[in-house]
């Protein structure tokens, strides 16, 4: 019998973390702007990374194919000052997950951050912090547990994309087949071994996940209740 | 000194104030969203005014038209929030030190140690806020705020979030704090006239984001200047005038054909109203001016007196009956005397 290729599962691992961090990177702070603003460019923004919740990933895909392929201005510039396309790569993999996954940061990063008192933040500016000092000192530790929950969700998702992913970085074997895509083409080509295989560790790693989440929401119910319980 | 003049202005409501505050408590009084908290967030440099100055003793906060907006950070202003603002997920130790940030470490822990001695929370250093009494939570609050060493001081509503019974004893306790600890300016936001009165030695009165009157509580509170303001502070009885005239015993104020003696002089631009509070109004046996026959129409029962509506052949007042008078009031034939000492014109 011959070995089972991993290979999709260490690259859609791989894309899933780059994705992830992509997404803390980006999302976040654009979670925090939308927290505190209430104008239209505010309103433009949200729909904005709403849209990829509600577009089928294919169309979604198909849009980010015409962004980033080798015509685009984009795809060209980041070809002739890097050598290396965007399209067909596990870069364009990590592109296409980043993408779907990052409204769920946003919706729940926003919603911690905007349940945070305003008068704790006013308080603080007063005592003499800075805007940044204020977001690592009170804004963060106060809505972790929803940054970490969205963080999660982004891992996930980002795990598990298949129509995007395959529309922006395809399916090339030991290159940027990733998990979703291998389990749809071990089907085909009728390998249940090599399907089943992925679809188990698929679903463990998804079930962990929610199982996680769920703890941390858990507590974040509790909310006030968790700092007077923990002994230093 | 502080000096204040600012306007703001949004889609349904403009704050547009004049004042000065001195040394002492100010209050700032009158119904919610009157723009009362917008003003001490303005001083604070929380929000910023579309015009006018903010000074403080020779130092500019705000003035537009220097350019000047002082960051709230470099402003040195205490502020005490509504509903404390203590951080939840800091210690009772972290959050009085927060504004120490950048101080030695050693200076640090030694200020922190003396503030929480002084508010007798000793033993409670690595409490979380969500395990103090609502008197605890004020103590670490004003502790956060005073161990900055502001030269003003804002108090936001100190005790809405308090029970009613435990208020008074808080009041005590934090008004005795603020002057043994604090010498400067303190602004006191609120709306009950009572705390005021208690708490303030001197008053702002606001309404619809202007000031309708300001002064030492006690002139603020004897003689409102118009028919909103006297309202506010609790004057019920408030007649219009038709005209009046001066005459040797005092003035003459001719009301739905009737004839009032006054005593007060300052007479303000029409429209004119004659006011007498219901504390004020006395019941004699006697036929001297100013005296009406009556019926009570009305009466509620309070604590210690009875609120009642009273109807004289041509006009309706609202009287404060002391319990203890109250057999005497109805055993005998009483007039309704309205003291001319005790009557007081004030603009419509």
Request: hydrophobic content about 45%; charged content about 20%; proline content about 6%.
């Amino acid at each position: 019998m011959e070995p089972l290729n991993l290979f999709p599962f260490f690259l859609s691992l791989k894309v899933a973390v780059a994705a992830t961090g992509l997404a803390a990177v980006i999302g976040i702070p654009l979670a925090y702007y939308l927290s505190r603003s209430r104008g239209k460019i505010a309103d433009f923004v949200d729909t904005l990374t709403t849209l990829p919740v509600i577009l089928p990933p294919t169309v979604l895909g198909y849009y980010l194919l015409v962004l980033l392929g080798r015509q685009s201005p984009i795809g060209k510039f980041v070809e002739e000052t890097f050598g290396t396309t965007l399209v067909f790569t596990p870069l364009g993999a990590v592109i296409a997950a980043f993408v779907v996954a990052v409204p769920f940061l946003i919706k729940s990063a926003r919603a911690a951050f905007a349940s945070i008192d305003p008068n704790l933040i006013r308080a603080a500016k007063v005592l003499g912090r800075s805007d940044w000092n204020i977001f690592l000192v009170v804004i963060l530790p106060l809505s972790w547990r929803g940054v970490a929950s969205g963080l999660m969700l982004v891992f996930a998702r980002a795990l598990g994309d298949f129509g995007a992913t395959l529309m922006v970085a395809g399916n090339i074997p030991n290159e940027t087949l990733t998990m979703p895509v291998a389990i749809y083409d071990a089907l085909l080509a009728g390998n249940h071994r090599l399907a089943n295989a992925l679809v188990m560790i698929m679903t463990v790693v998804s079930v962990s996940l929610l199982y996680m989440m769920k703890r941390v929401e858990k507590r974040m119910i509790r909310g006030d209740g968790s700092h007077a319980a923990r002994k230093d | 000194m502080l000096h204040v003049k600012i306007k703001k202005a949004f889609p349904h409501f403009m704050l547009d104030v004049a004042f000065t505050a001195e040394k002492g408590i100010t209050g700032i009084l009158g119904p919610s969203g009157c723009g009362k908290s917008l003003t001490l967030q303005c001083i604070a440099g929380l929000e910023t005014p579309d015009e006018g100055l903010i000074v403080l003793n020779d130092r500019p906060f705000f003035d537009s038209r220097q350019r000047v907006n002082v960051k709230p950070k470099d402003r040195k202003i205490g502020y005490m929030f509504q509903n404390y603002a203590l951080f939840p997920h800091l210690t009772v130790q972290q959050n009085i030190a927060f504004g120490l940030k950048g101080k030695p470490k050693a200076e640090i822990e030694q200020k922190v140690a003396e503030m929480i001695k002084k508010i007798g929370l000793q033993n409670y250093e690595r409490h979380y806020p969500a395990e103090l009494s609502g008197g605890q939570q004020q103590r670490v609050a004003l502790a956060r705020t005073l161990i900055v060493e502001p030269d003003v001081l804002l108090l936001d509503e100190p005790f809405s979030a308090v029970d009613h019974y435990m208020k008074q004893a808080l009041e005590q306790q934090l008004i005795s704090f603020i002057q043994e600890h604090f010498t400067g300016i303190v602004l006191f936001v609120t709306h009950n006239i009572e705390e005021a009165d208690r708490l303030c030695d001197r008053i702002i009165m606001y309404h619809e984001g202007k000031v309708i009157q300001s002064g030492p509580k006690e002139d603020v509170f004897a003689r409102p200047v118009n028919v909103t303001a006297a309202r506010m502070i609790g004057y019920e009885n408030l007649f219009p005038v038709d005209s009046i005239e001066r005459r040797h015993e005092g003035m003459v104020a001719f009301i739905n054909g009737i004839e009032l003696l006054v005593k007060d002089v300052n007479v303000p631009p029409s429209p004119l109203f004659l006011s007498v509070h219901a504390n004020h109004l006395l019941f004699v046996e006697d036929d001297r001016p100013n005296t009406f026959d009556y019926e009570i129409v009305q009466t509620r029962t309070r604590m210690n007196h009875f609120d009642v509506m009273i109807k004289t052949e041509h006009f309706m007042l609202q009287a404060t009956v002391a319990k203890k008078d109250w057999d005497s009031l109805l055993a005998s034939k009483k007039k309704l005397y309205l003291p001319p000492e005790h009557l007081f014109f004030l603009q419509g």
